[in-house]
């Protein structure tokens, strides 16, 4: 009897696994260096002055969209100024609400982390725990709830985002290298329950800036890479990568086992150093066609004709947008800093998505 009940519920699952593959819409897929999305080139057919969009993958930093922080004696930093306190599901309500007005102007991929980034834009310590996982590596339900309702939305819109693991300043909330691992494991095998076809995986954002456990540095990160990699189920398996600091060229280790390449602008203000990035990371050793990102770039002048968006594009590879609420600024400004106005209300913001729909013809 014990047994007959095994089985039953095992089919059970396997049946709600398979409709819930059965019910997704948005599948991303490389092929040499172009993403496609359902079977076609992103944003197929367009051309900018001359500059081949097809295929590329245009992004915008909003990690902050599941944010917590679990520190009862930093939480009310992050207080909305109409309420006077911190609410995590209405951070995240807001943040569906406007995902399809993105779309519209050409957005087709976030980064997103189960660690989020610093609510401060650039900090020297992080006091706050917005954690993602117990510290043994288990996700936290109340952080999975609120992802999988942005990522629910995401594939109804057709949206490929890029779901980080991991956060420097919160990852040594992980008690050992074993929960790094477990954390890693349990994400990706929630991503197949689920049935997401459309979601790439960045292990962590910036390997080589301060994280306390070392399978999560330049050295040994590719061992994380490679473990997501050697997950498959049913025929399919996640696409992943993980990213750099500003101005930094991925090591041989990590090219030779990402599908895709993740880089960061942030402080290079001279758009050719953009070009020089693209250029060298070409040459690293054990790359072969393959996307090359960037999904974090703090550097906008989107009003003039040079800038690093437009150099990235010149040298076809994908851009993202990264924008803190900087001191002075009202609350409509920048996607990190907590709380957010998830809006395009800003005037960078609208710099940024101005020249998004001009360049992806939306």
Not at 260 to 268: A, D, T
Not at 324 to 337: A, I, L, N, P
Request: with cysteine.
């Amino acid at each position: 009897m014990k047994r007959t009940v095994s089985t039953l519920l095992t089919l059970f699952l396997l049946a709600i696994a398979a409709d819930s593959q059965a019910r997704r819409h948005t599948l991303i897929e490389i092929r040499g260096d172009a993403f496609l999305i359902n079977g076609k080139p992103a944003y197929e057919g367009r051309y900018w002055k001359g500059n081949k969009i097809e295929g590329l993958l245009l992004n915008s930093r909003m990690v902050q969209g599941i944010f917590d922080d679990l520190n009862p004696g930093t939480v009310s930093n992050w207080a909305y100024p109409d309420t006077k306190r911190w609410d995590a599901e209405r951070n995240t309500s807001e943040f569906i609400k406007n995902m399809k007005q993105w779309k519209k102007h050409g957005l087709l991929s976030f980064t997103i982390n189960m660690q989020g980034g610093s609510p401060q834009g650039y900090s020297q310590s992080q006091p706050w725990q917005n954690q993602g996982y117990l510290s043994d590596g288990t996700p936290i339900p109340e952080y999975l709830a609120r992802l999988e309702k942005i990522l629910d939305r995401a594939d109804r819109l057709g949206m490929a985002p890029i779901l980080g693991f991991f956060y420097f300043g919160q990852d040594e909330r992980l008690k050992d290298e074993a929960a790094v691992i477990n954390a890693v494991s349990k994400m990706t095998d929630w991503l197949f329950d689920k049935g997401y076809r459309n979601v790439l995986i960045e292990i962590n954002n910036e390997c080589n800036v301060k994280y306390d456990h070392d399978i999560l540095k330049p050295e040994r990160v590719h061992e994380l890479i490679e473990m997501v990699r050697d997950k498959s189920r049913n025929g399919y398996r996640f696409l992943v990568g993980t990213s750099y600091g500003g101005g930094t060229i991925p090591g041989p280790n990590v090219v030779k086992s990402s599908d895709f390449i993740l880089i960061h602008g942030n402080g290079v203000s001279d758009p050719a150093r953009i070009t020089d990035m693209v250029v060298k990371t070409r040459q690293v050793e054990g790359y072969r066609p393959m996307p090359i990102l960037f999904n974090e770039d703090d550097h906008f002048n989107f009003d003039k004709p040079e800038n690093n968006f437009t150099a990235a594009i010149k040298s076809y590879a994908s851009w993202g947008y990264f924008d803190f609420r900087m001191k002075g600024e009202s609350f409509e400004d920048g996607y990190q800093s907590v709380p957010v106005d998830w809006g395009i209300n800003s005037e960078r913001k609208k710099g940024f998505f101005g020249l998004l729909k001009e360049i992806t013809g939306k």
